[in-house]
């Protein structure tokens, strides 16, 4: 989400939490590519974990909530991950993978 509001990207990672047990550390890396249009600016990353049941997955409440201290949780259900990215501006993609964020709506 850009820092100064308005733009919302997500992307979806082949992660299944389900699978994240206690005690154990979790730690995974991808690349992503950033689309052309994505304006330039700061944004803010967030990990959501909604319930994948779809009369449920847009309800904050259903979403899980991280433990850690230092992690915020937001109003739509996102855990504030306290890292942020920035975007430069560019004529085309400079990275091509098959992860890519997309636009989100955060007016619904």
């Known amino acids: ?9 997500k992307v ?4 299944d939490p389900r699978f994240w047990f206690p005690n154990e550390d979790i730690l ?7 689309p052309s249009g994505m304006p330039a600016g700061q944004y803010n ?5 909604p319930d994948p049941e779809s009369r449920l ?3 904050p409440l259903y979403s899980i909530r991280l433990a850690n201290s230092n992690v915020n949780y937001t ?4 855990n504030e991950l ?3 990215v920035e975007v430069t501006s560019r004529t085309e993609d400079t990275y091509r993978s098959f992860l890519k ?8």
Not at 1 to 9: I, Q, S
Not at 101 to 108: A, N
């Open 45 to 49: 990353l967030y990990l959501h974990l």
């Open 57 to 59: 997955y847009g309800n």
């Open 75 to 78: 109003k739509e259900g996102y």
């Open 1 to 9: 989400m850009k820092k100064d509001g308005g733009e919302a990207y």
């Open 12 to 15: 979806m990672l082949p992660e």
């Open 82 to 84: 306290g890292y942020s």
């Open 28 to 34: 995974f890396s991808y690349s992503v590519g950033i």
């Open 101 to 108: 964020f997309e636009k989100i709506d955060l007016t619904r």
